[in-house]
């Protein structure tokens, strides 16, 4: 008993050693860019131990160069040999490198002196400026920020934002390039016959470098492409309107107005085609004035083929199309159809009919006879009159305008202007 009396007597007289003391803590920049050193500085006493937590750990002299790892509390601990210990915290942020995150311009394209939002965002920037790429003119502009312009041609505006003095890199540069489409030119938009009697045509023609045309009537429109014409044919009097599409946007010019002098037509009549292999034939009219004729391609002999194109130009105003079929000779073709053409076959009645072979053997060419009812005929259909349209040529196989096509092809090969057609008139 006096032997534990002694040890805890004994013990309580050691002296222990002084808790230590940091006198100091502290670091040259508590906003290092990301990447960058930094230097702390500290003084303690009565330590055994020193570190710097969470990095670099155990420090043996100050100052100490560390490279945070992390934005967060950096804790100087010393610690002395009885294991008491003394703390202290710094806060260190990190300043993310110098960088444009975004710069456009809005809307992609605009019309020459109509608004464009340039529009940016940066980080760690101390400043901002914004050239103008057509006059050179540098303004001061926010960090982070808009601003409208008005460029008359596509100009490229240059942000550039600043770092900090002493920081690397010293700016950094993005460019914004605001468009501008130039509107397609047109000029003398003009008609050739400002007066017609009813059932003429008159040409609409102009200038321009627009990628395509389009003329409207107020009712219909006309999309032409990249024609600078237009034949029309109104039945009453007519404004037209050009618009001209290009890159750059739309241009319109017009009205121009074609009188009308009312004149209507009352019957269709046909005439007699040439001698030829085909011809385009008519069904005679029992019961005159006749509105609608039946129109038929029929051989004059016997005629071998297995392909048939028929590209007929119509005038629409006077007539309307319907009733096609082919004959008993070609009921079994893979494809016939009929259709009013558009585009650049636009008033154009395109006739298409043609077998096909297999996979073992070409196509075979059917018999036209003109001596055999059940063989005596390709194919057939209606056109009734319009009288709105006025009295003139509905088509004329002597002059046939632009799109017409007659072509079969056979065994032995395709023949242009297979079929002869004659004239139709509405009177």
Known sequence: MKRVLFLAFALAACPRS?????????????NPD????????????????????????????SPVIV??????????????????????????????????NAADAIPGQAQPGTDVNLTWRTTSAERATLTDGATGQVSDVAVSGSSIVHPAAT??????AYNKD?????????????????????????????????????????????????????TSTFNVGPRRSLVVRPATNAAYTLQAVGPGGTSTAGPVTVTVQAHPATSLTYGTPAAAPLQLVADPCTNPPCTTVTLRIKPTATVQLRGLAFNL?????????GGFDVGPALANAAAKKATMGSGLL?????????????????????????????????????LTLLSAGGRGAVFDGAAPGVGYKAVIQNVAGRTYNAIAVSKLDAN
Not at 170 to 199: E, L
Not at 313 to 321: E, I, Q, R
């Open 313 to 321: 130009p119509l005038d629409t105003t006077k007539v309307s199309f």
């Open 346 to 382: 636009q008033d154009v009645l395109v006739i298409g009919i043609a077998f096909t072979g297999t996979g073992a053997a070409v196509a075979q060419d059917a018999t036209l006879d003109a001596s055999n009812p059940a063989a005596d005929e390709a194919a057939h259909f209606t």
């Open 67 to 100: 490279v945070p790892p992390a934005a967060g509390t950096f804790t100087l601990r010393a610690t002395n040999e009885d294991g008491v210990e003394a703390t202290s915290g710094i806060a260190i942020t990190l300043r993310p490198w110098l960088a444009i």
């Open 166 to 218: 002493g920081h690397q890199p010293a700016s950094v540069t993005a460019k914004m390039v605001a468009r501008v489409g130039i509107p397609p030119s047109v000029s003398n938009f003009a008609v050739d016959k400002p007066s017609i009697v009813q059932g003429d045509s008159a040409t609409l023609s102009w200038q321009g470098n627009a990628v395509n045309y389009s003329v409207s009537d107020g």
């Open 34 to 61: 990301v990447g960058a050193a930094v230097t702390f500085s500290y003084a303690v006493r009565g330590a055994s131990t020193v570190s710097i937590e969470p990095a670099p750990g155990v420090v043996h002299a």
């Open 18 to 30: 002084p808790p230590p003391v940091i006198d100091s803590f502290t670091v040259d920049q508590p």
């Open 155 to 160: 100009t490229i505006y240059t942000l550039t």
